[in-house]
Nanobody, 124 residues
């Protein structure tokens, strides 16, 4: 069992930056591959970025490549999503996700655990 708690969301103007954090607690939290998803109003939840357990391998959706960076600090059981050059279309609730596997969960059905979400609003 893993519990995920996100923080760091907020409101920012277009072009600004934010850093989201996700603290994982529970048994062997560092054994999970982690990801960030987002869900805008009226839209499906979609994969944004992921990082494989114990490996420096990351993956991103095309729309955030070069602007977002996912990283993890296993000593702190924390995963980060650094977001630069934010756009209004990045506005969404951002969810932290975990999967007990050597693979990034890229679909909602592949996720084992979810956080409660944190709102990111980018104004134009």
């Amino acid at each position: 069992q893993v519990q995920l708690v996100e923080s760091g969301g907020g409101m920012v103007q277009a072009g600004g930056s934010l850093r989201l954090s996700c603290v994982a607690s529970g048994r062997t939290a560092s054994s999970y591959s982690m990801a960030w998803f987002r869900q805008a109003p009226g839209k499906e939840r979609q994969f944004v970025a992921g990082i494989i357990r114990n490996l420096p391998k990351t993956d991103y959706v095309d729309s955030v490549k070069g602007r977002f960076t996912i990283s993890r600090d296993n000593a702190k059981n924390t995963v980060y999503l650094q977001m630069f050059s934010l756009k209004p279309e990045d506005t969404a609730v951002y969810y932290c996700a975990a999967k007990f596997a050597y693979a990034v969960p890229k679909t909602v059905g592949a996720v084992d655990y979810w956080g409660q979400g944190t709102q990111v609003t980018v104004s134009s």
